[in-house]
C-alpha cells in the first residue's frame, strides 16, 4: 500500500509537471501571437520620428563654391559624376552641423532642389545660424525595390535604386515639400543619404511588411495619458494650409501644417480663449492643438 500510495503521488506530480510545462507552452504560444508588430519598438520609435527643416539664407552664407556630398563623408557618393557644387553667395537653405559637416538645400533648373553636405574645410567663416542635427537611427529593410532621390520635390529624380533586402538607417522625416523618409544607406558599395517616398516605401519590420505611414498605425496614448477619443477631419480643400499650434491658443506657436480633407486621431480636447475648443491632436509625428473652427470631430464609437 506505501507502494501504491509513493507511485500514485509520483505520478500527480509528472502529470502536474507535464501540465505545467504544457500550458507554459500554450500561453507562451497564445502571447507571441497576439503580439502584434504594430506594438514592437521599432513602429514605435518610426510613429515618432521627428520632421526636420531647412532654414532659408536668401542672402547666402558667405563666399565662394564648395563640394556637395550626400553624407557627411568625402568617401560618400557625390553626384554631377561626382562634380556637384554649390555657390553659398546665393540664397540656399540650411538645416545644422553633423560632424561638422553643413546639410544645405539649394535651388537648381527646373525649380528642382539638390540636398548635401558641404565639407567641414569650408564652412568655418560662414555665418549660418544652425546648430547640430538631431537625427534618430533606426535601421530597418526594404521589402520591396526602392528609389532614393537627393531632391524632396515632387519634380525629383532619383539618383539610384535600393533593392529588396537593402538595409536602410532612417535619420529623419521631411514633409514640408512632400512625404519624405531621410535614410542612409549604401549604394555601389559608398556610403550615402537621401530621401525614399514614404508614402508607398514599403519597409521589413520584424516579419512584417509596412506600406506606407497610415499602416504604422498612431499612437496609443498621448503624452499626458489620454487616449484616443476619435478623428479630426480638417474642413475645406486641401489647397490651403492650416495651423497646428504647440498650445490651445490662436497665438502660439506653429508645430505643423493640416489641409482640407486631412484625417488626424484625435485624444481630447481643451476650452481656450474666447470659448473656442481646441482638439489636441497627433500629426505625423506631432503633437499639437487644432481649432474645432475648422475642423469636425468624430468620436469613437
Known amino acids: 500500500m506505501k507502494h501504491n500510495g509513493f ?4 505520478t500527480a506530480v509528472a502529470l502536474a509537471l ?3 510545462v504544457s500550458c507554459g507552452c500554450v500561453l507562451a504560444e497564445e502571447k507571441t501571437s497576439s503580439s502584434p508588430a504594430a506594438e514592437s519598438q521599432t513602429v514605435a520609435e518610426l510613429l515618432n520620428v521627428p520632421d526636420f527643416k531647412f532654414f532659408v539664407r536668401d542672402k547666402g552664407i558667405g563666399k565662394g563654391e564648395f563640394p556637395v556630398y550626400t553624407a557627411p563623408s568625402e ?4 553626384l554631377s559624376d561626382g562634380k556637384l557644387m554649390v555657390n553659398v553667395g546665393y540664397e540656399l537653405a540650411v538645416a545644422g552641423f553633423d560632424s561638422g559637416w553643413l546639410m544645405v538645400r539649394f535651388e537648381v533648373k527646373d525649380k ?3 540636398v548635401g553636405y558641404i565639407p567641414q574645410k569650408y564652412v568655418r567663416g560662414l555665418t549660418t545660424g544652425v546648430g547640430q542635427l538631431k537625427f534618430v537611427s533606426i535601421p530597418v529593410a526594404l521589402a520591396e525595390e526602392t528609389e532614393i532621390t537627393d531632391n524632396p520635390r515632387s519634380n525629383s529624380t532619383p539618383f539610384g535604386t535600393l533593392t529588396k533586402g537593402t538595409q536602410v538607417t532612417i535619420l529623419g522625416k521631411y514633409t514640408y515639400t512632400g512625404n519624405w523618409w531621410y535614410v542612409e544607406t549604401e549604394l555601389a558599395g559608398q556610403r550615402t543619404r537621401g530621401f525614399i517616398n514614404r508614402t508607398n516605401a514599403d519597409l521589413l519590420i520584424d516579419g512584417k511588411v509596412y506600406t506606407g505611414n497610415e ?4 499612437p496609443v496614448a498621448a503624452p499626458d495619458g489620454n487616449t484616443q477619443i476619435g478623428t479630426i477631419t480638417v474642413n475645406g480643400d486641401g489647397d490651403y494650409a492650416m495651423i497646428v499650434r504647440k498650445h490651445a491658443n490662436a497665438d502660439s506657436a506653429m508645430v505643423a501644417r493640416a489641409f ?3 484625417v488626424f486621431p484625435c485624444y481630447g480636447s481643451k476650452t481656450g480663449p474666447r470659448d473656442r475648443v481646441w482638439y489636441y491632436i497627433w500629426v505625423d509625428g506631432v503633437w499639437g492643438w487644432f481649432s474645432s473652427g475648422n475642423s469636425t470631430l468624430t ?3
Not at 7 to 10: A, C, D, Q, S, V
Not at 75 to 78: A, E, G, K, T
Not at 215 to 218: D, I, K, S, T
Request: no cysteine; hydrophobic share 40%.
Open 215 to 218: 499602416a504604422l498605425g498612431f
Open 18 to 20: 507535464i501540465l505545467t
Open 75 to 78: 568617401d560618400s557618393i557625390r
Open 112 to 114: 528642382k532642389a539638390r
Open 260 to 262: 482640407g480633407g486631412d
Open 299 to 301: 468620436e469613437n464609437e
Open 7 to 10: 507511485f500514485k503521488r509520483l
